[in-house]
């Protein structure tokens, strides 16, 4: 298909405003009427040039649309000098030009780069015009060709009008086009797809007459799930084998190959794989089926994926397990042969060492060993016990996160465990989360004339929180009323996704409910985001946040979304916090801030939120009187910032490895005597600890000395006081931290002054 030339010309940092308008008028001028039906003609000023050349255009009614020179890709916060797309729309810019040769190589810019701002222009509705050139040095060095191919080579696929396609593809006039490269979000996941079909290609050499369910990427890696031959199995021994032959059809360059095909070619196609037959008997009449060809390998897959195995990064096979065809338990039992790939080995090296240390750092098997919690099978699924340890931190976090609150002008509520049915009801919990609830009947009769009525375990504690507030009546003078919570609650999680204390089916949240005016909003945002700061800043974490927007299905006049969504963005705005926006992700009954933490490994933890909420205000008909005597509903904010008290625990735990700081430890200080005679002194200073705050414990059990402090260093207690005969003599302590050692002899009231300090 022919299309029309796109002429479009910048001029970089140069003209001052009057200077740009007297060239865009000499532009209009000299612009002949007919050449709009051989080219477009755009002009890309700078940024502050736009109005002006754009006023000349529109005053002249030139054919002559107006672009950017540069945007940048987040749709807002604290990127001094930058400018979004927004920005750039609110002008009237038609196109953008995004990948300058100089701020390639002036400025650092990536292929990455590049196409995140092709996406977002796209998204925004202004057409990309993406720059793929040679600085002058490479075209002197009469290597311009081979630079700016190399350039293109870089794209691994494409999207066209949002969907994910193979590079070959052919694209349209008019059609939305990016880039995929090795640095783009979709790029690693589209390469480790293309890495499990290398696995299939590897299998289907070396195991004659395997079958093959699915293989897709996953978030840290990609899997395929086979039926081996009888007597056939497959273990972790056997990965060196099959990666040695993944390497081998990897370095050949064997072409990925796509093609359509009917349905009846299909069937013909996977005769020998039943199962692959049965996923074809399952697609629409109306679907295009596609093949893609590895070698001996043919996969039924809609891709996209790479043009060839050289273009495959480095890769590692993890881990085999059984799974159940299409994870129904009904169905056989397959194999299932997981794998991770990144682009560069030592991306794949870092990942798997963070893998290992993550094994290290697991707080289920740390939980048992420091004595923070236990389960039962007894007591059910998903339900921790804390022993005396981790009831000791638990309540710490608690209190600490109390004193807080207290300050910032938060009042703490308790409510019930359970609820009649009709709170349930009320709140839309019945109808919309049932599943996920316990219910249970009280006969509210006698033996004799039982009268039966429904209540239901809380999942959450908003409608407690309600009640509270609607108890009262209330003024616009009242508000904002904070109420906060530790409240445990409890939701029916499937026994497979249960994970220690990150996925519980009991557990407590640090619960609050904010009740505001509708100009209360972004203010009480803004203090949360500054609580949420503090929390995580005091555990070294950092964190990003995520801006989760208006789904399909939602309640609430579009006023009130578009105002708490820009509240949600201006609170961001004011706390020079940057965010990703999840577009249709929110609940529906408003938007959402996510906070996710990121780990002394490097992983990701969706903790701290704040929610708006339209929906149980009116539910349960919560007023307030205004200024001018009305009625008002308030507006009602959700957040937690720990989330949930014991995933947060257990994160702390994988944080620190077990290592929880001095304030936080569950104990503090081992004081352990050297002899008998040593007891009466150790126990003496132990007491004088712990008048001060300090969680202490003496270790005179009848053992060597060694042993005593290799304990203490095992259940990673902060410091160990040692006392002998010159220590009981002289009042002094002989110190040792569990990761510096031996600290010397200090003075006992300098030891002392140190719990002090870390009593919350």
Known sequence: MSRKPLMAGNWKMNNTVGEAVVLTQEISNNFERDWPDHVDVVVCPPYVDLKPAKTVLEFDKTKVAVGAQNVHWEPSGAYTGEISVAMLKEIGCEYCIVGHSERRTMFGETNENVNRKVRALIDGGIAPIICVGESLAVRDDGTAEEFVCAQVRAALAGIVNDTPVDLDTVVSDGDSVAIVTAKSDEGLELMRHSTAHLLAAALTDMYPGVKFGVGPAIENGFYYDIELPEGVTVSPDDFAAIEARMAEIAKSGAAIVRREVSRDEAREIFTDQPLKLELIDELPEDETISIYQLGDFTDLCR?????????????????????????????????????????????????????????????????????????????????????????RVIRTLQEWLRRDLYERGYEEVITPHIYNADVWKTSGHYGFYHENMYFFQINEGTDEEPRYSEYGVKPMNCPGHVIIYKNELHSYRDLPLRYFEFGTVYRHEMSGVVHGLLRARGFTQDDAHIFCTKDQVVDEVVAILELVDYIMGTFGFTYEAEISTRPDKSIGTDDMWEHATDSLKEACARRGLAYDINEGDGAFYGPKIDIKVKDAIGRTWQCSTVQIDFNMPMRFGLTYRTEDNTEETPWMLHRAIFGSIERFLGILIEHYAGALPLWLAPVQVAVIPIADRHKEAAAEFAGELKAVGGRVEVMDQNEPMKVKIAKAQSQKIPYMIVMGDKEVEEKLVSVRERSEGDLGQWDRQKFIDVIRDAAI
Request: without cysteine.
């Open 303 to 391: 891709g996209p994926h790479v043009p060839d195995t050289g273009k495959l990064g480095a890769y590692k096979l993890t881990k085999v397990a059984g799974a159940y065809w299409k994870g129904d338990s009904d169905n056989e039992m397959l194999t299932r042969i997981y794998g991770t790939a990144f682009f560069g080995k030592k991306e794949l090296e870092e990942y798997l060492h963070n893998l290992e240390e993550a094994e290290k750092r697991d707080h289920r098997k740390l939980g048992r060993e420091l004595g923070i919690y236990m389960m039962e099978p007894m007591a059910g699924v998903g339900l921790p016990l804390y022993l005396p340890k981790g009831a």
